[in-house]
């Protein structure tokens, strides 16, 4: 069983960046795949970034590609989003979610998740 914590959700402009943190429960989180998605007004929720258990392999969806950064810290079974351009369009509610497998693709369909954070870009 995980446990993930998120937070540094927030109101930012246009342009502008943030960094979201995944606290995470259990002494294996290495061995957890780790990702972020996200889910806007009326839409479904879809993958933004996940990365494997030892960071050696990610994947971004295209919308967040060279904005978007991945990263975890083992050792405090923590992993990160720094959010940076920031669009309109990036508004949501993020959401971490763990599994044991890493699939390179946005048919990642995780066992465990976060309760959200809310992420507001203005413009």
């Known amino acids: 069983q995980v446990q993930l914590v998120e937070s540094g959700g927030g109101f930012v402009q246009a342009g502008g960046s943030l960094r979201l943190s995944c606290a995470a429960s259990?002494?294996?989180?290495?061995?957890?795949?780790m990702g972020w998605f996200r889910q806007a007004p009326g839409k479904e929720r879809d993958l933004v970034v996940e990365i494997s258990g030892r960071g050696f392999n990610t994947y971004y969806a295209d919308s967040v590609k060279g904005r978007f950064t991945i990263s975890r810290d083992n050792a405090k079974n923590t992993v990160y989003l720094q959010m940076n351009s920031l669009k309109p369009e990036d508004t949501a509610v993020y959401y971490c979610?763990?599994?044991?497998?890493?699939?390179?693709?946005?048919?990642?369909?995780?066992?465990?998740w976060g309760q959200g954070t809310q992420v507001t870009v203005s413009s």
């Open positions: 979610a763990a599994d044991t497998t890493f699939m390179h693709s946005d048919t990642w369909s995780p066992s465990y």
């Open positions: 259990g002494r294996t989180f290495s061995s957890y795949a």
